[in-house]
């Protein structure tokens, strides 16, 4: 049996369902089957998937807390792992190092890897979008190789270019907006990421699949 989330009261019209680390794409797929359903529930008015997180926005004169914390308890063990809603194979092009990718070669010496050969690997990762945040359109992915992980610096930046490709921690990112930031940065694409004028104003989607594809090498 998949084990329970936790599940904690935010005010009196919120529900935290939160599940013990380490995030994993199963369990944020059975995050998002468990949001697909209890979108349809009764008196719940909006779900905020998050990272290995769940909060379910509901009116207290419709349900009880305790009442929908039981129905969560009682469908989890029974949901099915889904995929992201329409999940697409995402391409995206990055050139990598030089005033792209400020810190590849604060990477590649952190991880003990050749510039060259962390650009091989980071290029060669199967990635899946667990959730959009921080930014709008600014995806957080996993699937990074484990070798690759590199803390984030020290002193951030106050400005990183929009699509700006980099690491932090286990995780990689693309920067859809010029913002502040931390993330050791190791290429860039020329995609645009969040476009508030377009019908879906993201590129990238909760269950996207995304590989990067070098389009140059600056070492």
């Given at each position: 049996?998949?084990?329970?989330?936790?599940?904690?009261?935010?005010?009196?019209?919120?529900?935290?369902?939160?599940?013990?680390?380490?995030?994993?794409?199963?369990?944020?797929?059975?995050?998002?089957a468990?949001?697909?359903?209890?979108?349809?529930?009764?008196?719940?008015?909006?779900?905020?998937?998050?990272?290995?997180?769940?909060?379910?926005?509901?009116?207290?004169?419709?349900?009880?807390?305790?009442?929908?914390?039981?129905?969560?308890?009682?469908?989890?063990?029974?949901?099915?792992?889904?995929?992201?809603?329409?999940?697409?194979?995402?391409?995206?092009?990055?050139?990598?190092?030089?005033?792209?990718?400020?810190?590849?070669?604060?990477?590649?010496?952190?991880?003990?890897?050749?510039?060259?050969?962390?650009?091989?690997?980071?290029?060669?990762?199967?990635?899946?979008?667990?959730?959009l945040?921080?930014?709008?359109?600014?995806?957080?992915?996993?699937?990074?190789?484990?070798?690759?992980?590199?803390?984030?610096?020290?002193?951030?930046?106050?400005?990183?270019?929009?699509?700006?490709?980099?690491?932090?921690?286990?995780?990689?990112?693309?920067?859809p907006?010029?913002?502040?930031?931390?993330?050791?940065?190791?290429?860039?694409?020329?995609?645009?990421?969040?476009?508030?004028?377009?019908?879906?104003?993201?590129?990238?989607?909760?269950?996207?699949?995304?590989?990067?594809?070098?389009?140059?090498?600056?070492?």
């Amino acid at each position: 049996m998949a084990d329970l989330p936790r599940l904690h009261a935010l005010g009196d019209a919120a529900l935290l369902c939160e599940l013990p680390p380490p995030a994993t794409l199963a369990v944020q797929r059975r995050l998002w089957a468990l949001a697909r359903e209890a979108g349809a529930w009764p008196g719940v008015g909006e779900v905020l998937p998050g990272m290995n997180n769940l909060t379910l926005l509901f009116d207290p004169e419709q349900v009880d807390a305790a009442v929908l914390a039981q129905r969560v308890r009682a469908r989890w063990p029974e949901l099915a792992a889904a995929p992201g809603a329409d999940a697409r194979t995402v391409e995206v092009p990055v050139d990598y190092g030089g005033e792209h990718g400020p810190d590849l070669h604060d990477v590649a010496r952190h991880t003990g890897l050749s510039p060259a050969e962390v650009v091989k690997r980071h290029s060669a990762g199967e990635y899946v979008v667990y959730l959009l945040g921080f930014l709008p359109g600014f995806a957080f992915m996993g699937g990074l190789a484990p070798e690759l992980a590199t803390p984030r610096r020290s002193e951030p930046r106050t400005a990183v270019p929009a699509g700006s490709v980099g690491i932090g921690g286990a995780q990689t990112g693309i920067y859809p907006s010029p913002s502040p930031g931390g993330w050791q940065l190791i290429g860039r694409t020329p995609l645009q990421l969040f476009d508030p004028q377009a019908a879906s104003p993201t590129l990238l989607r909760p269950g996207d699949q995304v590989r990067f594809v070098a389009q140059s090498i600056t070492l």
